[in-house]
């Protein structure tokens, strides 16, 4: 239930923005993920990452709550959205090369073979 | 920028594409989205802003003195004097001191409130100069998995984060991997930026080589140190101790229970150290302080955004292996 009255079009509108916000808020997110990564504790000693987090929790749950009254079943990934998942294997090999420097070889080993697996997953899952 | 936030709206609206809006509401979506770009991007700006020219807030109240609010640390009141500490590791231009009293009282009017620089174990007082070194013992670095910690004298202190670490003035290659029994050694509280160094810490001054060790929460001078055995020595300036700055506290415009004034940090900025000692003397009698706030902030201005860069520079070569830290 709103706690008050909104229309469907508004709904949508605050949908649409809502959207809006959270992929910006995760690019801002991930650039700071990988700032905190190049210099740690340069970024998090003037921004909290907990705070972020739990506003990107935040927008996300409304989100789902708004959208529970749309039919979003036109909603699908287009052909060429497929090289979408490029940007988080990017993503992801850059925080880790940026998280085992200095580290020793085996630690090295053990989170390449990890992350390579979740990765395979992840492209198992979104692409085929 | 612009280009971008065009790019990413159409996109968005593809996305969601199904849920088409009419012409007057697909208007509103427009401008609220503009809106919405606005202030993200001013947002990002103020951020930015932040991360070159940081500030950083203390406060201690006095009617909750056991608060986890409370960053202002050893807070010492007596009849006549106060003084306290605030730690950060971080460099800044001024700091703003908010005393805020239970009554108004005039006297506090113009009494100088000082600040020096260093660390809080070379603030100790000094007891008797030791010879040498002879059975004391220094502390180690020793990690363990992931943690370091401060080990000797059968005590061992954990540190909290790399940030605490270095804000300590210790060195990463200094860091051994603990080979020795440590279950009879007591483990003490979890080592801040607020932490003071332990028993069993040396101190170095950088101006004429003086060596103190550091007992029960005295230092002590060691006259004829022998250098190849003090591996761990924390670098400080002698000068810590006569260098201050001094402000003198004014009634505030808007409330008449407090006092303010600024003082400057720009001779404190050279000194080695993370913990700033405050110090008021000839205190009014009858003074109740309710409250004591500090704003430390980093101002824009040339010489701090050069400050910045040479900061972030030295950073960086050190995170990738390229100079050692100091």
């Known amino acids: 239930m709103m706690p008050f009255k909104i229309n469907s079009n508004q ?26 990564g190049f210099l740690p504790e340069f970024i998090s000693t003037q921004f909290s990452f907990l705070k972020l987090t739990l506003l990107l929790l935040a927008i996300i749950f409304l989100i789902h709550w708004i959208s529970e009254d749309f039919q979003l079943n036109n909603v699908e990934l287009k052909k060429n959205d497929k090289t979408l998942p490029i940007l988080p294997i990017i993503f992801s090999a850059s925080t880790l090369t940026l998280s085992i420097l200095n580290f020793s070889l085996f630690p090295i080993i053990i989170s390449i073979i990890i992350t390579l697996a979740i990765l395979f997953y992840f492209y198992k899952i979104t692409l085929k | 920028m612009v280009q971008f936030l065009r790019l990413l709206n159409k996109t968005m609206d593809n996305k969601i ?7 007057k509401d697909h208007k509103i979506y427009l401008i609220l989205n503009f809106l919405l770009f606005v202030i993200l991007f001013f947002l990002a ?33 007596s009849d006549q004097a106060i003084n306290f500490y605030a730690s950060t590791a971080l460099n800044f231009s001024q700091v703003k001191i908010n005393l805020e009293l239970s009554q108004s009282n005039n006297q506090l009017e113009n009494k100088k409130i000082s600040t020096q620089k260093s660390y809080k174990s070379f603030f100790y007082p000094q007891g008797d100069n030791l010879i040498n070194l002879g059975n004391k013992e220094e502390n180690r670095l020793i990690s363990i998995d992931n943690s370091v910690f401060i080990v000797g004298n059968n005590q061992m202190t954990p540190i909290d984060s790399t940030l605490t670490f270095e804000s300590l003035g210790y060195n990463w290659d200094n860091v051994a991997e603990n080979k020795s029994d440590l279950s009879t050694y007591e483990k003490l509280k979890l080592a801040d930026t607020n932490a003071a160094h332990p ?10 080589d003086d060596f103190y060790f550091i007992e029960n929460r005295t230092k002590r001078k060691i006259l004829n140190p022998q250098i190849e055995n003090i591996k761990n020595a924390i670098l400080i300036n002698s000068s810590s101790l006569d260098t201050k700055e001094n402000c003198a506290l004014e009634k505030s415009v808007l409330l008449a229970k407090e006092y303010q004034c600024t003082l400057n940090l720009s001779s404190l900025r050279v000194l080695h150290g993370k913990d700033y000692r405050f110090e008021l003397n000839d205190l009014p009698a009858n003074l109740i302080i309710k409250q004591i706030d500090l704003e430390f902030k980093r101002y824009p201005s040339k010489e701090n955004f050069q400050f910045f860069l040479s900061d972030l520079k030295k950073k960086i070569l050190y995170r990738f292996g390229i100079e050692k830290f100091e």
């Not at chain 2, 932040?50 to 203390?58: E, H, L, N, T």
């Not at chain 2, 028993?199 to 004429?208: F, R, S």
């Open chain 1, 11 to 36: 709904k949508i509108i605050i949908y649409k923005l809502l959207n809006n916000l959270l992929v910006v808020l995760l690019i801002f997110w991930g650039l700071a993920l990988m700032g905190a």
């Open chain 2, 17 to 23: 594409n199904s849920l088409k809006l009419n012409k």
């Open chain 2, 199 to 208: 028993t069993g810490t040396i101190l170095k001054t950088t101006e004429d």
């Open chain 2, 45 to 77: 700006i103020f951020i930015i802003y932040k991360i070159i020219f940081p500030s950083q807030y203390f406060t201690y109240s006095f009617a909750n003195v056991n608060s986890l609010k409370n960053t202002i640390t050893d807070v010492n009141l």
